[in-house]
């Protein structure tokens, strides 16, 4: 999320935005400083000119580098540094919840732009150009550790784009392309949230339902239930496609997910905005009626609670979960209750 963008004293561009890091959100400022020039990519006898930048689908060579007066920063990255010459992809360092940069520092790494596996060295490497370097600063949101509530410390580096190979705009890529995407960016969700990375979870989540919006070619209305599918004219893809009922569930489930990630950082009205969604999609989701009457507990909307967790219970009779909730939410009414006819007296 960009949310500054500008020229220093020099001239040199400077962008400043907001990442989803396994430790939270981190404020990035980026630095231009070394610019690029024309560069032949990975591909062989293919030459990019300078404005050529990277687009989704590319492969990157990039270098992080962690700044000699932020050593003792190190311990916040994981993994020591490579022995020279050592080449890595970014997917052998799985994102977790020690790591904020999420790449091997000191050589050579190869990422894949738009994977989300390294979420501040994507964003830089997209605006830059093949043989450009520029310089990161990264400052902990609130100063504090999202999941532990320590101290975090600043962090400065250096990410150099070495070359990449020609990626596609997302508009170009067939639909079988896009649906491998989405659930690529779904099944990471999962495994980040249930490795602790609850904003990382949120982060993969959203861009595998954009993804699928994008591939079901939909219009949703205001209440989000209204949805058009989009024709296919590209025949050799068709075999790939998932069938409308298979985009319909899959945009629910990830509507579901994103709430529960949503209802973890303690935001209710949005994890109560993506469980309506998930619900109005696919009426039979336990799941998502059941964090739509915890999004509305946590909003003291009560009668919508109720309602919520007393569908729950038609879907699920036997489910103890629901029926403590609703018990919960009984309790709290009739606590308001006593409390209204007492200040009524």
Request: charged share 25%.
């Amino acid at each position: 999320m960009d949310v500054a963008d500008g020229d220093d004293q020099d001239g040199v561009a400077n962008t400043c935005w907001v990442s989803v890091c396994p430790k939270g959100l981190w404020m990035v400022q980026k630095k231009q400083i070394q610019s690029g020039s024309q560069h032949k990519v990975c591909d062989p006898g293919k030459v990019l000119s300078s404005g050529y930048k990277p687009r989704i689908g590319s492969l990157c060579r990039v270098r992080v580098r962690l700044k000699a007066d932020m050593n003792d920063a190190r311990h916040l990255v994981k993994g020591d540094e490579p022995d020279q010459g050592d080449r890595h992809d970014a997917a052998d360092s799985p994102r977790c919840q020690d790591s904020v940069l999420q790449v091997m520092l000191g050589d050579l790494t190869t990422l894949r732009l738009g994977e989300g596996h390294c979420d501040v060295t994507e964003a830089c490497v997209e605006s830059m150009n093949a043989g450009e370097t520029c310089e990161i600063r990264l400052t902990p949101v609130n100063g504090a550790d999202m999941l532990n509530s320590q101290p975090a410390e600043e962090i400065c580096a250096t990410v150099e784009l070495q070359a990449f190979t020609p990626g596609k705009e997302f508009w170009q890529m067939p639909p079988g392309e896009k649906w491998e995407w989405a659930m690529s960016h779904k099944e990471r969700g999962g495994e980040r949230f249930r490795s602790g990375d609850v904003w990382g979870g949120a982060d993969s989540y959203s861009r595998a339902l954009k993804l699928v919006i994008a591939l079901f070619g939909c219009e949703v209305d205001r209440k989000g239930d209204d949805i058009q599918e989009e024709k296919v004219t590209d025949t050799e893809d068709q075999t790939q496609l998932p069938t409308v009922n298979q985009l319909q569930s899959t945009k629910a489930e990830l509507h579901s997910n994103l709430s529960l990630c949503q209802l973890k950082l303690k935001q209710p009205a949005r994890a109560k905005e993506s469980a309506t969604k998930a619900t109005q999609l696919q009426p039979g989701g336990a799941k998502a009626w059941y964090r739509l009457g915890q999004a509305c507990q946590m909003l003291n909307e009560l009668e919508e609670a109720r309602m919520a967790f007393r569908q729950l219970l038609k879907l699920q009779p036997e489910s103890t979960a629901a029926v403590k909730a609703l018990q919960e939410v009984n309790n709290l009414f009739r606590i308001l209750w006593n409390l209204q006819l007492y200040y009524d007296l």
